[in-house]
């Protein structure tokens, strides 16, 4: 399990590093290249999403150590992301919002990217699979003996796995509204699983990594994610969650992003965070008062 630690500290300062060497250099751009990544976050400042790129470029790297199923997952949500970030119709929002467009007959960019991260999910999940029934390696052992037979073993365990994964990308996304918010919530998910020899701990590893490399200037105030970002951190950690787990696991997950992305459509995450104080000091912890 040592080899499997230190694999995962490497992925982490490797990710980080990679992330935060990406988003000096995308700084460095012409104005002409920077601009189509230029927006006005919530308080009304400039805010570049220049970020999002960043962050995927260290996930990326990070996916060199955990394997072909992370760099897919992405690579895939992030090239998703920054189409809607670059030529998305902000007319359409939320999953109800591209659905009723899609029953007019307006094909979205943000439909063309839910059926897409769709796609990313199943196809992820089934190369991590596939690599599952074929190899094994230090920290990715079922968690029981009940489970070998279990996991990814059909057609339906990948499917669920899949969706779970597209679900991730997209509920991430629902996070990066605050500065440092969606970073954060992505660490929370991914750092118990770097700590423990759990099956997805590399593409977890890759995620926190990613994360750290940017949390500054997120925290400031200066980037944010965007979709090409939280759409490629979600899915990473969503694939992390479901690697060489049994279905019942993989429905378990699929069921709370379901319901969380749901709920989304009627309740403010913002409020429900701003209305509890233990939530509302994570949330605002290292953000400038900007």
């Known amino acids: 399990m040592a080899g499997s630690a230190g694999r995962a500290l490497l992925t982490v300062g490797a990710a980080a590093l990679g992330a935060a060497a990406a988003y000096a250099a995308a700084r460095t751009l012409p104005e002409r290249s920077r601009q189509p990544w230029a927006r006005t976050n919530h308080a009304g400042r400039p805010v570049t999403l220049l970020e999002g790129p960043a962050h995927a470029a260290g996930l990326a790297i990070g996916a060199v150590l955990a394997g072909p199923p992370t760099m897919v997952a992405a690579v895939a949500a992030a090239s998703l992301g920054a189409l809607d970030d670059?030529?998305?119709?902000?007319?359409?929002?939320?999953?109800?919002?591209?659905l009723r467009a899609a029953a007019q007959g307006q094909v979205t960019t943000g439909l063309l990217k839910i059926v897409g991260l769709g796609v990313t999910g199943a196809v992820t999940v089934a190369l991590a699979d596939r690599r599952a029934r074929s190899t094994r390696w230090a920290g990715s052992a079922?968690?029981?003996?009940?489970?070998?037979a279990a996991y990814s073993t059909g057609v339906t365990s990948t499917l669920v796995g899949g969706a779970a994964v597209a679900g991730m990308a997209n509920l991430l996304n629902l996070f990066d509204l605050r500065p440092g918010r969606a970073l954060k919530v992505g660490m929370l998910v991914a750092t118990p699983m770097v700590l423990r020899p759990t099956p997805g701990r590399i593409g977890a590893a890759a995620a926190v990594g990613a994360s750290l490399g940017v949390l500054r200037p997120d925290l400031t105030g200066e980037a944010m994610l965007g979709d090409t970002g939280a759409n490629a951190l979600g899915a990473v950690l969503g694939l992390a969650l479901v690697e060489r787990r049994p279905t019942r696991t993989r429905l378990a997950l699929l069921t709370v992003v379901a319901a969380l992305t749901l709920a989304s459509e009627k309740v403010s995450f913002t409020k429900v965070i701003e209305s509890t104080p233990v939530l509302r000091e994570i949330d605002g912890w290292g953000r400038a008062s900007r």
């Open 142 to 148: 079922p968690d029981s003996a009940a489970d070998t």
């Open 86 to 98: 670059l030529v998305g119709n902000t007319t359409s929002k939320g999953l109800k919002g591209h």
